[in-house]
């Protein structure tokens, strides 16, 4: 008898061992995929924005899309090259960074990333020799809008914190918004951010694209992630123009649709990683 209860004991705790198992690899099999936005907007915008995509990769997936925005440029950084997202929306450089780092880059958006001065609507300033004595707003130091729109300054012999003051702001929005209540003469942005801050602060202001383009913001893909649910990934994406709410996504953002990133777009921004690296320390 002593025997037969220890071995009905045994069966059980071997039972519920293996539910446990179970219940754990199930659990694995339907927890979210992270998907980290860089912090061009706030997060409410830029959940806003991309709830659309995101609706859609569940629905291609079979999963739910867990949108998570960082607090700062910093902060994006250090957790996209710690692997803490699944996929990820990020910056051209960054995403050189990323795919070092076990990422696997998927699409890029098919526009030009052009980085521009916005100015208020009545000022009169017209190019970057007009900076000097102004100050100018940007987002983060790390953002490759700032470091090329720096760069080019410099290179028209207006240089930084001699020849204009800079004030840093949490994101391009944030930035164009201080453009608009007067707080700083211009700010540096992207062309695709300005048309997604609010009409009212467009209204106020206008764009001077700098003659610069390079690639634009970047998807990409954890490589711990299976092979075949990468692959869906990317045929989500590129079905995603295809749909009345993709359609109108790229319309309203200016992005243009999805491209396949090259060589070429790689070899681009390899000049500001080392800069943004410098920038991180």
Request: with cysteine.
């Amino acid at each position: 008898m002593l025997n037969l209860a220890l071995s009905r004991r045994r069966c059980l705790l071997v039972a519920l061992f293996c539910v446990f198992l179970a219940a754990r690899a199930f659990g694995a099999e339907t927890a979210p995929l992270k998907m980290g936005i860089m912090p061009f907007n706030s997060t409410l915008a830029l959940i806003r924005v991309h709830q659309p995509l995101a609706a859609h990769l569940e629905q291609a997936l079979g999963r739910k899309i867990q949108i998570l925005g960082s607090t700062d440029y910093f902060t994006h950084v250090n957790q996209l090259l710690a692997g803490d997202f699944d996929l990820a929306i990020t910056g051209p450089h960054f995403s050189v960074m990323a795919s070092e780092k076990g990422y696997q880059p998927l699409v890029r958006y098919a526009a030009d990333l052009r980085p521009s001065f916005v100015v208020r609507d009545d000022s009169m300033i017209k190019g970057g020799t007009d900076l000097r004595g102004k100050r100018l707003g940007m987002p983060s130091r790390l953002a490759v809008i700032s470091s090329s729109g720096v760069k080019w300054l410099e290179e028209q012999g207006v240089r930084i914190q001699q020849d204009y003051r800079t004030v840093e702001y949490a994101s391009h929005g944030a930035a164009i918004a201080a453009v608009a209540a007067g707080e700083v003469d211009a700010a540096l942005s992207a062309n695709t951010a300005w048309t997604q801050v609010p009409e009212s602060v467009r209204a106020r202001t206008r764009l001077l694209p700098l003659d610069i383009r390079m690639p634009h913001v970047m998807t990409l893909a954890h490589t711990r992630l299976p092979k075949a649910d990468i692959e869906r990934v990317r045929q989500a994406l590129h079905s995603f123009g295809d749909t009345p709410a993709g359609q109108a996504f790229f319309r309203e953002t200016g992005y243009q649709g999805y491209a396949e990133i090259t060589k070429t777009d790689l070899e681009k921004l390899r000049p500001f990683i080392e800069l943004t690296v410098k920038m991180m320390r």
